[in-house]
T-cell receptor
Framework: GEDVEQSLFLSVREGDSSVINCTYT??????LYWYKQEPGAGLQLLTY?????DMKQDQRLTVLLNKKDKHLSLRIADTQTGDSAIYFC???????????FGDGTTLTVKP | GAVVSQHPSRVICKSGTSVKIECRSL??????MFWYRQFPKQSLMLMAT?????????EQGVEKDKFLINHASLTLSTLTVTSAHPEDSSFYIC?????????????FGPGTRLTVL
């Protein structure tokens, strides 16, 4: 079945850039998403990218997609302490009816 | 827009009792809602897909008689944990997919922390 993998932890210093990586196996994935979860809360959709795109930028967030390698990354520029959270990568296909989530990457931002 | 609520946010119950969790899409209609369980090591486990007006589709290994799902309207789905036991203690999160499907994304509720004593 479909599988989405992420590294579990990332630690950066405030002001640095963070890069969170994700790989997926389903070559028919059409939509890829990044969600953010703060402690004790639900998931918040941060950004998404269509599979026919290579890059998407939204303020401090840059998503890069390498469809050939099935690799997705989320870059957060000028990382702040408020960015500390768990980041989930997810993929879906139009007819799947559901999304497949990675296990989440815990980002810790040190002052 | 695209707000999903869950009620209650926290519940503590005795072993053997049943607990109902509500998931509502507040400003949109959702034909499909999803129920997840999140374990302490952070991974999300999809329990079931709830479709309005029809039976829920459960993932492998999830007991449908224990986790009863009802999706009676386009804005409400409920999860009832029947005869709860301490091992059912977890963080339960629902999500909803808008009827006017654009990008297949899901909007998540804030979660319900269930503690079974």
């Amino acid at each position: 079945g479909e599988d989405v993998e992420q590294s579990l932890f990332l630690s950066v210093r405030e002001g640095d850039s963070s890069v969170i990586n994700c790989t997926y196996t389903d070559s028919s994935s059409t939509y890829l998403y990044w969600y953010k979860q703060e402690p004790g809360a639900g998931l918040q959709l941060l950004t998404y990218i269509f599979s026919n795109m290579d890059m998407k930028q939204d303020q401090r967030l840059t998503v890069l997609l390498n469809k050939k390698d099935k690799h997705l990354s989320l870059r957060i520029a000028d990382t702040q302490t408020g960015d500390s959270a768990i980041y989930f990568c997810a993929e879906s296909t139009p007819n799947a009816g559901k999304s497949t989530f990675g296990d989440g990457t815990t980002l810790t931002v040190k002052p | 827009g695209a707000v999903v609520s869950q009620h209650p946010s926290r519940v503590i119950c005795k072993s053997g009792t049943s607990v109902k969790i509500e998931c509502r899409s507040l400003d949109f209609q959702a034909t499909t809602m999803f129920w997840y369980r999140q374990f302490p090591k952070q991974s999300l486990m999809l329990m079931a897909t709830s479709n309005e007006g029809s039976k829920a589709t459960y993932e492998q290994g999830v007991e449908k008689d224990k986790f009863l799902i009802n999706h009676a309207s386009l804005t409400l789905s409920t999860l009832t944990v029947t005869s709860a036991h301490p091992e059912d203690s977890s963080f339960y999160i629902c999500s909803a997919r808008p009827l006017a499907l654009v990008r297949n994304e899901q909007f998540f509720g804030p979660g319900t922390r269930l503690t079974v004593l």
